[in-house]
């Protein structure tokens, strides 16, 4: 669907406080077009768009639209919202986050991320990389980059780095020329019903890939390689530890400050190693996501010293593997893993490099959903920590029902991770708990994507 946009419509965000609704409403107003939007409440995203004068409304409310001529809706947006119904009956035109973002970016030349885990970080590090080359692009990401302290940015090239989100299915809508697959999981089937469902449309978006641009797929996973076999236009790359990828990792070394590995390229036309790739990130999920976006990078002539220098300058995305404080000799962490591969992952790199140290998980399940959907998956995924504190789930305007208790979900924990687990009732318990218990030779990780990051940051000056 074409969007003609004239610089005179005013374009209403239904629901721009959410990350990737206020990087497309900055985008668009670095632009020039007119944006206004809602939300339910205040955060730090609104607070970043208010800076730039784009005027929000805290509610939902018919009359919010009184001047809008054109409407964005989040995908977290319910039907029976009274924006959304105005909108109708006005015969106003609705577009999706994704649709409006494909139109917007569709003459620019872009790298595309999407995945199950890893969109944000990787998108991070090719921003890194395109701006040590000087390439100036624009950025419209999941997370708040350091570097620039936003989550998107106007670029002067023509260059448009995008973390495309494949919880909706909106990413098919993103034109790219070239992209990435970060890997593929039981995530979001909410939406997609099954795992088949959602490969189909994984399968989809590679085969989409344009015939002077690549996609960028880790063959290390599973469903990857499933969906490789059969995909018809050999139009993409493979990264990973695996022998038979074209960008080969191997010679890992992990310490508590960085990363580092070396590489083996084989793509037609060049056979080549690039040695000590250094990056200040921990875990093998990271130097897989470091590694594909130095393939884009490298595939589109960017030279291995800028490459290397730009992933070593990489200053973080908030919320990743973010260090908060030290209390007692007792170091704090803040974590956006909410789904079991993700905590996994990260617990894996944890003990690598922390091996010495307790490790204790600050969880808060997100959704109801994913933990009944993923509630075995949950339980062994903690096996690389001691003590587990659980949390109560943030449900995120869920009302089903869990469909077992609580207490049996944490006994399952404890069964299939091998670990300590203590129920925490809400922020003061943790706080109360932590203050007698939070010292010594330990490491304290929040993971979720609720509240707990608050949560996390709230606890340095309450224990």
């Known amino acids: 669907m074409k969007i003609n946009l004239g610089k005179t419509e005013l374009i209403h965000f239904v629901g721009i406080g959410g990350i990737g609704m206020s990087g497309l409403a900055l985008i668009m107003n670095g632009l020039g077009f007119k944006i206004q939007g809602s939300d339910i409440s205040d955060n730090k995203n609104i607070e970043r768009l208010k800076n730039k004068k784009i005027p929000i409304f805290l509610n939902h409310n018919k009359k919010n639209l009184n001047k809008s001529s054109i409407l964005v809706i989040s995908s977290a947006i319910k039907k029976n919202n009274p924006e959304l119904k105005q909108a109708k009956k006005l015969n106003l035109p609705i577009y999706s986050r994704g649709e409006m973002l494909g139109n917007i970016v569709s003459l620019m030349r872009n790298v595309a991320v999407t995945g199950s885990h890893g969109k944000t970080t990787t998108t991070s590090l090719i921003s890194s990389i395109f701006s040590q080359a000087k390439l100036d692009p624009t950025i419209i990401n999941g997370g708040v980059l350091n570097s620039f302290g936003n989550s998107a940015k106007l670029g002067k090239s023509n260059w448009c780095l995008i973390e495309s989100d494949e919880s909706d299915g909106s990413f098919l809508k993103i034109p790219f020329t ?73 010679n890992i070394l992990q310490n508590e400050n960085f990363s580092k590995f070396d590489l083996k390229i084989r793509i037609p036309g060049n056979v080549t190693r690039i040695q000590n790739i250094k990056i200040p990130l921990i875990g093998l999920h990271n130097i897989k996501n470091a590694t594909s976006a130095l393939a884009v990078s490298f595939s589109i002539g960017i030279n291995s010293r800028t490459i290397k220098e730009g992933l070593l300058k990489f200053n973080g995305v ?73 949390c109560p789930i943030y449900k995120a305007s869920e009302n089903i029902k869990l469909g077992f208790s609580y207490n049996s979900f944490a006994r399952l924990i404890i069964k299939n991770s091998k670990v300590k687990l203590i129920n925490i009732k809400n922020e003061k318990e943790l706080q109360k708990f932590l203050k007698q218990t939070a010292y010594g030779n330990k490491i304290y990780i929040g993971m979720g994507a609720g509240s707990i990051s608050n949560w996390m940051r709230n606890l340095k000056n309450n224990i």
């Open 318 to 390: 908030q919320r990743r593997f973010n260090f908060l404080f030290e209390k007692n000799k007792a170091i704090f962490f803040d974590d956006y893993a909410h789904h079991p591969t993700e905590i996994t992952s990260v617990l894996e790199g944890v003990k690598k490099v922390y091996h010495k140290k307790e490790i204790i998980c600050i969880f808060q399940p997100h959704r109801i959903s994913r933990v009944k959907n993923l509630k075995l998956q949950f339980s062994k995924s903690f096996i690389k920590s001691n003590t587990v504190l659980l």
């Open 178 to 250: 070239y992209s990435i697959v970060t890997n593929i999981d039981s995530e979001h089937l909410d939406y997609y019903k099954s795992i088949n469902n959602l490969k189909k449309n994984f399968s989809n978006f590679i085969e989409k890939t344009p015939s002077l641009g690549k996609t960028f797929v880790c063959i290390d996973d599973k469903h990857s390689r499933e969906i490789l076999k059969k995909i018809k236009k050999k139009n993409y790359y493979t990264f990973g530890i695996n022998k038979k990828a074209n960008f080969q990792i191997y």
